[in-house]
């Protein structure tokens, strides 16, 4: 069965820290892995794509990195600020299927 | 570019009613999908269109139904609603609805069952 998990479930931290969130997914046979940040109240945006060959991608302060032979992702944010308060949402494809498979989100708030 | 536009935004319902959702995609977009979210279960995929055919369906009641018309706006329809039904509804487009597409989400309707 394909999944998706992610940790931490929430996480806080003060404004100008970094922070790692982890994906770790069973979804097979691997095509993309997404990371898409979701505001309070909006719809999900993308902030990053990764193929099975790629194991580093960068978004301005987001860099994901993609380990395919451990299945595992992370999504690092440098120097956060308040508006990177968001649901961070890790999103899997398989090759040949219309239908990702959705992690339930890491919860991160940023205090001044 | 206009985004995925999502109506209405909020909706209040009771238990036993129907009800219709919009969503208008990104313009070329040919593929439009529809998932539930809600805080216990995340993200769940209802059903994918494309050219007007329900191309994928997940694992959800009959009571949930779409359809995508020739212009590919497409709506859902949850008739005889259930507590269970609130959720936030969500609408994504993508150009063909391959996996290597990114897909574009509208901000969503929020479904309240009283």
């Known amino acids: 069965k394909n999944q998706v998990e992610q940790s931490p479930q929430s996480l806080i931290i003060l404004e100008g820290k970094n922070c790692t969130l982890q994906?770790?997914?069973?979804?097979?046979?691997?095509?993309?892995l997404r990371w898409y940040k979701q505001d309070t109240g909006r719809g999900p945006v993308s902030l990053t794509i990764?193929?099975?060959?790629?194991n580093t991608k960068s978004n301005g302060r987001y860099t994901a990195t993609l380990d395919a032979d451990t299945k595992q992702s992370s999504l690092h944010i440098t120097a956060s600020q308040l508006s990177d308060s968001a649901s961070y949402i890790c999103v899997v494809s398989a090759r040949g299927s219309y239908i990702p498979t959705f992690g339930r989100g890491t919860s991160l708030i940023v205090h001044p | 570019k206009a985004g995925v536009t999502q109506t209405p935004r909020y909706l209040i319902k009771t238990r036993g009613q129907q009800v219709t959702l919009s969503c208008s995609p990104i313009?070329?977009?040919?593929?439009v999908s529809w998932y539930q979210q809600t805080p216990g279960q995340g993200l769940q995929f209802l059903f994918e269109y494309f050219s007007e055919t329900q191309r994928n369906k997940g694992n959800f009641p009959g009571r949930f139904s779409g359809r995508q018309f020739s212009n590919s706006r497409s709506e859902m329809n949850v008739s005889t609603l259930e507590l269970g039904d609130s959720a936030l509804y969500l609408c994504?487009?993508?150009?063909?609805?391959?996996?290597?597409?990114?897909?574009?989400f509208g901000d969503g309707t929020r479904l309240s069952i009283l």
């Open positions: 994504a487009s993508s150009l063909s609805g391959e996996s290597n597409q990114p897909q574009h």
């Open positions: 994906c770790n997914y069973t979804v097979s046979p691997f095509s993309n």
């Open positions: 990764m193929t099975f060959s790629e």
């Open positions: 313009s070329g977009h040919r593929s």
